[in-house]
């Protein structure tokens, strides 16, 4: 699943020792931008490097997976990420200098002898 948001709060690290070695993971909120403002807060396990990289108020691509698990009759949901991609900022739009354009000169007259000026297209 993916999903676009922007970085809400990025909540303090957790880590721990496992039969597996050392775990490190850091919850993030972020809101989605629609009219009514939702957020889901995504876990990156072992993700430092990624999670370093996040501010508040960045606009993010976030591929994550979902699953659901029972403990004790009671069910529980984590929303992993495992993949982050900061939206790039656009660049406000640079408009190039107009280049100098040489002075507009007088046509020559077409009908010779007439000093009269007559401006109609036909």
Not at 86 to 106: F, S, W, Y
């Amino acid at each position: 699943m993916e999903f676009e948001g922007v970085v809400y709060k990025i909540l303090p690290p957790t880590s721990g020792t496992s039969a597996r070695g050392d775990w490190k993971r850091q919850d993030v909120v972020f809101e989605l931008p629609q009219e009514f403002s939702r957020k889901i807060c995504v876990t990156f396990f072992n993700k430092d490097s990624e999670v370093s990289q996040l501010r508040e108020g960045m606009t993010c691509t976030v591929s994550v997976n979902v699953e659901s698990r029972e403990y004790n009759g009671r069910w529980y949901t984590d929303v992993k990420a495992w993949r982050i991609q900061p939206k790039a900022a656009e660049a406000p739009a640079q408009t190039a200098p107009m280049p100098e354009m040489p002075p507009i000169m007088e046509e020559p007259g077409y009908a010779s002898g007439t000093t009269e000026v007559d401006d109609l297209p036909f």
